[in-house]
T-cell receptor, first 113, second 111 residues
Framework: NAGVTQTPKFRVLKTGQSMTLLCAQD?????MYWYRQDPGMGLRLIHY???????AKGEVPDGYNVSRLKKQNFLLGLESAAPSQTSVYFC????????????FGPGTRLTVL | GQSLEQPSEVTAVEGAIVQINCTYQ??????LSWYQQHDGGAPTFLSY????GLEETGRFSSFLSRSDSYGYLLLQELQMKDSASYFC????????????FGSGTRLLVRP
């Protein structure tokens, strides 16, 4: 099992460019999440999904969109990147019976110039 | 709203015991979780307390007192590899699918 994987690992964007981050999990988990982590801070939830075809807003959703067309994939999109979106992005998943135990991907380090 | 407080940094000696505290404020409570994150790595789940008391997993233990809105993570027989950041987290009162994380405690283990 690969667990939770994220692509790409690193990316540099210019202000105004768009991109999509891909998260995939092979554990058949119902719930998936996107977080951002800024230096010296905890994780802040951007969006989450409780099942295929569903998404919901987290703490800091502005400037991001998500889609979950397949159970195993959760996409995070930035339509018009801003320097304030420079961060490390983590995807996570959890099984329906153990919501407190989230499995995290390795992260994507994004820099917006 | 909900908030969690943890010390920003703790230093301890290899082989010692260290306790990382977490206090929380929330109008609804579903339990307290702990995660470990090494520099440059991903967070990994350590433990969960849904009820008052102590949960033990090897060298790590976690404690919860719901009446005091307080919990802690206890690390025994510290090893250099335990140097990492430790986050406590609670489930959100409005949506039990969401976790709210503290800002983390950076643990430095010295030889």
């Amino acid at each position: 099992n690969a667990g939770v994987t994220q692509t790409p690992k690193f990316r540099v964007l210019k202000t105004g460019q768009s991109m999509t981050l891909l998260c995939a999990q092979d554990m058949n988990h119902e719930y998936m999440y996107w977080y951002r982590q800024d230096p010296g801070m905890g994780l802040r939830l951007i969006h989450y999904s409780v099942g295929e075809g569903t998404t919901a807003k987290g703490e800091v959703p502005d400037g991001y969109n998500v889609s979950r067309l397949k159970k195993q994939n959760f996409l995070l999109g930035l339509e018009s990147a801003a320097p304030s979106q420079t961060s490390v992005y983590f995807c996570a998943s959890s099984p329906s019976g153990r919501r407190n135990e989230q499995f995290f991907g390795p992260g994507t380090r994004l820099t917006v110039l | 709203g909900q908030s969690l407080e943890q010390p920003s940094e703790v230093t301890a000696v290899e082989g010692a015991i260290v306790q990382i505290n977490c206090t929380y404020q929330t109008s609804g409570f579903y339990g307290l979780s702990w995660y470990q994150q090494h520099d440059g790595g991903a967070p990994t789940f350590l433990s969960y307390n849904g009820l008052d008391g102590l949960e033990e997993t090897g060298r790590f233990s976690s404690f919860l007192s719901r009446s005091d809105s307080y919990g802690y993570l206890l690390l025994q027989e510290l090893q250099m590899k335990d140097s990492a950041s430790y986050f406590c987290a609670v489930r959100d009162k409005d949506s039990s699918y969401k976790l709210i994380f503290g800002s983390g405690t950076r643990l430095l283990v010295r030889p």
